[in-house]
């Protein structure tokens, strides 16, 4: 028989499902400390560095839950149309595109700011100041129909400064956990980042809802803008990180230095290393399969007639508690396996987790077959998606910390909306359980191109994928070509990332995708010999 979930009154106050996830979600971070007493594997997690990355998670994570869910139930509240409600999806464009301005934080100094706390946390404090600001000004903004100028205007500014703190403190994080706590780290801030989600969505329309506390929307933001306090806590305690300045040394550089080392070399460092394109590819499909399916998991709900309290109570809470412990899971899981396996191990979980959806689509209307079919799935992506971003932060060099992460995060945003773009198309032309058939194939691209790195060497065990940057390398002349190629991956990138929230012609993006393909092309002209920055 289904799960249903009823909604009680506690106090006054009927219990949501957000609450009685937020229960589940304290549950499982409160068992692990004693978890990690107990198996030497989790024992990172009660390390000073992971807890200071779920410290800075919560404030990475509260305000695009402010921009985009809190704040279209703000707006539809009081009484804004359901088309205009839909520019918040223009939000989500700088989280999109944060690469292009990520040099500026890797390599732009703040004065005074720079040489009191270094280079990660005078960002970070300064970029917080000025969102915390913003969001004050987002809150106090008032929208009503036909006034929401203002708005949309601090809305806006609000993004890009939270896809800017994203920028620091990804950079940060990678900066200041050492081997054998990264993967932990990463799972911590994942939970941080989770935590932040559940205070601006739940608890901000609980302060602000008559239904709560009362306060009003613009009290309610300025409250919820106070989660930028736990990110201080932890920079402060953490220190300044292991931050590179490869010209701390240098005065009076000119303007083309500065560009070349700011803009030029992240890319150029990376390109060149061995396998550079090999893993680029791998980044771009690793995880199709898995979006596919994610894609049109709803639409498949609907068609085999669940009600909406079972999707709900499936989803939204058997599914939400197997999603944070497989994340908990993914950081003893890169201990126990090493880089190499696990990324190969958790690949396969994620592909045949989808066998589950046909067995779902076969069997019908079961309510425990969702349950099952959906835990497994969660599970395995979270399992899946702390190893993934631990190895896209392994990836990244110590010089160019910021910039190489939200390339190579963008790179990886390419392959879940672009490329699992099909899906309806597919679902519609070969019905259910054909098309968890072909998101199970579409996985193994992904597999292929995983196992020539690995027999190539490509990938090691450890968690870093890269040594010191070769020095030598960077010094030799870029040329023409290479920068313009750099300058078409840019292009040819951007376009395919927009392309979904800005609903480009299909046509339209295929030319970004040939003008990415070029790019890459041209960056690797006059390759020569590998930079040798990558671990053999």
């Not at 000004?137 to 100028?149: D, F, V």
């Not at 990110?231 to 305690?237: D, T």
């Not at 080392?261 to 061995?274: G, I, K, M, Q, S």
């Amino acid at each position: 028989m289904a799960l249903v979930i009823q909604t009680k009154n506690i106090g006054g106050v009927r219990m949501s499902v957000d609450l009685i996830r937020f229960f589940i979600f304290v549950a499982i971070l409160a068992s692990l400390p004693v978890i990690a007493l107990l198996v030497p594997a989790f024992r990172p997690y009660l390390r000073k560095n992971p807890v200071i990355t779920f410290l800075l998670g919560i404030s990475s994570g509260f305000p695009l839950t402010l921009l985009v869910a809190t704040m279209t139930f703000w707006l539809a509240k009081v009484g804004i149309d359901t088309a205009t409600i839909g520019f918040a999806v223009a939000l989500g464009i700088p989280y999109t595109i944060k690469f292009l301005w990520a040099p500026l934080v890797d390599k732009l100094h703040l004065p005074f700011l720079t040489k009191a706390f270094g280079q990660r946390r005078s960002w970070l404090f300064f970029v917080q100041a000025l969102l915390f600001f913003s969001i004050w000004q987002l809150g106090a903004s008032n929208p009503q129909p036909g006034n929401m100028t203002l708005f949309a205007v601090w809305a806006l500014i609000t993004a890009f400064l939270s896809a800017t703190q994203d920028i620091v403190i990804d950079a940060y994080r990678i900066e200041i956990l050492e081997e054998d706590e990264f993967a932990h780290g990463t799972a911590t801030n994942q939970f941080g980042y989770r935590t932040g989600n559940l205070i601006a969505g739940a608890g901000t329309i609980y302060f602000a809802s008559q239904e709560g506390l009362g306060l009003g929307w613009a009290t309610a933001y300025g409250l919820t803008a106070f989660c930028i306090v736990p990110a201080i806590i932890g920079a402060l305690w953490a220190g300044p990180g292991k931050f590179v300045d490869r010209f701390a040394h240098v005065s009076g550089m000119k303007p083309g230095q500065w560009l070349t080392e700011a803009v030029v070399n992240p890319f150029r460092e990376f390109l060149t290393r061995h396998g550079a394109f090999i893993i680029l590819g791998f980044v771009l499909v690793y995880k199709v399969g898995d979006a596919m399916g994610q894609a049109m998991l709803s639409p498949m709900i609907v068609d085999l007639g669940f009600s909406d309290l079972d999707y709900i109570s499936a989803n939204k809470l058997w599914g939400f508690g197997a999603l944070i412990v497989g994340s908990a899971l993914g950081a003893p899981f890169i201990l126990w396996l090493g880089m190499g396996r696990a990324l190969l191990i958790s690949g396969l979980m994620m592909m045949f987790s989808n066998v589950m959806f046909m067995l779902l689509a076969v069997s019908g209307n079961n309510y425990w077959m969702m349950v099952a079919a959906i835990c497994t799935e969660n599970m395995t992506s979270g399992i899946g998606l702390t190893v993934f971003t631990t190895y896209l932060s392994g990836l990244s060099s110590i010089a160019y910390t910021a910039t190489q992460f939200a390339l190579l995060s963008s790179f990886a945003g390419v392959g879940r909306t672009f490329m699992a773009g099909p899906a309806g198309i597919v679902a519609e032309k070969v019905g259910w359980v054909g098309f968890w058939g072909f998101t199970v194939a579409a996985a193994i691209p992904g597999m292929i191109l995983l196992w020539v790195l690995w027999s190539k060497g490509y990938v090691v065990q450890s968690i870093h994928q890269v040594e010191a940057v070769d020095e030598k390398a960077l010094k030799e002349p870029v040329g023409a070509a290479r920068i313009f190629g750099f300058v078409l991956i840019v292009a040819g990138l951007i376009g395919l990332l927009l392309s979904q929230p800005l609903e480009f012609a299909n046509s339209i993006t295929a030319i970004f995708a040939a003008v990415l393909a070029l790019g890459g092309l041209l960056a690797w002209k006059g390759q020569g010999k590998p930079s040798g920055s990558q671990i053999s």
